[in-house]
């Protein structure tokens, strides 16, 4: 079977919107059979992607973005946000993205973050006066904070496969999430700077004050897990691990998570586990199809032959990652091409955790974008919306995130700063 054929298959079977894992398994199997290979081969590459110390955390820190959902953390953050901000035009634009960044330091997940917080601020507001399409745009663009702020699934994807420190790449993502904020709120503010249609809330002490005392706790769960791994107490499976414990408590402390409602939680942190594992493990199939048939050396080598400018190169991984993630999930995005691009980038002397937080923030935008943006399939369900209604809200929100991308081109050595200021 040739790579062609390999490509077209499964090409064929994600349009016919076939799980992405499943799409990948079937073709690389066939391939293999088709090239004389063992299916004892594809059992022990499916069980070697997966056998990854730095993989470890990606169970545990998806159990702790699902306790911080069930535990109420996201309301609760919204209220205190609410309280401070309700007398500003466009409050609810800032509060959706606040307590996207305040919830990003748990959830890790720009689904889980839109599942979460979008059930709670989409019809908030509808109910305010604010269009439906501001409501699906900004609540779907800051959800992608998530992913890119500490702790961060694809980030940990990112170091077990680049073989970096999760560390070091957990505080390189610092700053371009926060920046990524800043420049939705920028958004928000040019969007609802003149709409007087949209309702605002009396500023009052004592509610700042109660709603300010219910989120001293559970922000203590970011200093607890990034200042443990910054500060060399844990290591990121440990931090992880730390941190469940700790919403745990939260969660039985505040009565919003009993014993009896711990099986719906383990199980829906085991469904989404085993969804992640097993898109790594048929994407490593299909990398080792990739690998035998030179497919990395012929990238190496059309790259080094197009451009000797790193800026270059790096300017051709955010279009090519953009790209990708909008018909296949990050975590496959990242098994598939890492192995390909983390060779050529060390040829161009880029850093390996540069180009990961290029790779992680270009391939967000993808999942608000056509034909298979997963964000977007969230908020239809939950707003129940049109493709369109979601992407074309999504638009203005997007600026920011791609002159971010190039900030990150033409400065790469700009978000390492951090890293080597705390020694990772």
Not at 76 to 103: E, K, N, T
Not at 292 to 318: N, Y
Request: charged residues 10%; contains cysteine.
């Amino acid at each position: 079977m040739s790579l062609l054929v390999l490509c077209l298959l499964i090409t064929a079977l994600l349009v016919l919107r076939v799980p992405i894992a499943f799409a990948f398994i079937g073709p690389s199997l066939a391939y293999l059979v088709s090239t004389g290979q063992s299916v004892g081969l594809a059992l022990r590459l499916v069980a070697d992607s997966t056998a990854s110390f730095p993989l470890l955390a990606v169970p545990l820190f998806i159990l702790l973005g699902c306790l911080a959902n069930h535990a109420g953390i996201a309301d609760r953050l919204f209220d205190f946000a609410l309280a401070i901000l309700g007398r500003v035009r466009g409050s609810l634009g800032y509060v959706s993205v606040g307590v996207s960044l305040g919830f990003s330091w748990m959830s890790g997940s720009a689904v889980a973050d839109a599942a979460a917080l979008g059930k709670l601020q989409i019809p908030a507001m509808l109910r305010s006066g604010y269009s439906k399409n501001f409501a699906l745009g900004v609540v779907g663009s800051a959800s992608l904070i998530a992913p890119v702020m500490p702790p961060s699934i694809p980030a940990v994807i990112f170091a077990g496969l680049a073989a970096v420190s999760t560390g070091a790449l957990f505080a390189a993502s610092v700053v371009p999430a926060l920046l990524m904020a800043v420049g939705l709120c920028l958004v928000v503010f040019v969007l609802v700077r003149r709409d007087d249609n949209i309702q605002r809330t009396e500023f009052a002490w004592p509610r700042v004050w109660e709603t300010g005392r219910r989120v001293i706790a559970p922000l203590g769960a970011p200093v607890v897990i990034l200042g443990g791994i910054l500060g060399g107490l844990f290591t990121p499976t440990e931090a992880a691990a730390v941190g469940v414990a700790y919403m745990a408590v939260l969660g039985f402390a505040y009565r919003t998570l009993t014993v009896r409602a711990l099986p719906k939680v383990l199980t829906e942190a085991v469904v989404t586990t085993g969804a992640i594992m097993l898109i790594v493990a048929s994407a490593n199939l299909l990398g080792y199809a990739f690998a035998r048939e030179r497919v990395p050396q012929v990238v190496s080598e059309f790259m080094t032959g197009l451009t000797t400018d790193p800026t270059v190169f790096l300017l051709l991984v955010f279009l090519l990652s953009m790209v990708l993630g909008t018909a296949l999930d990050a975590v496959a995005v990242l098994t598939l091409t890492v192995p390909i691009l983390l060779p050529i980038s060390l040829t161009y002397g880029v850093d390996p955790i540069a180009l990961g937080v290029l790779m992680i923030v270009s391939q967000m935008i993808g999942l608000l974008t056509p034909p298979v943006g997963t964000v977007i399939f969230v908020l239809q369900a939950i707003a129940k919306a049109r493709m369109s209604e979601v992407f074309w809200g999504s638009v203005p929100f997007m600026v920011p995130l791609v002159i971010l991308c190039f900030g990150i081109i033409f400065w790469p050595d700009a978000i390492l700063y951090l890293p080597q200021r705390l020694g990772l």
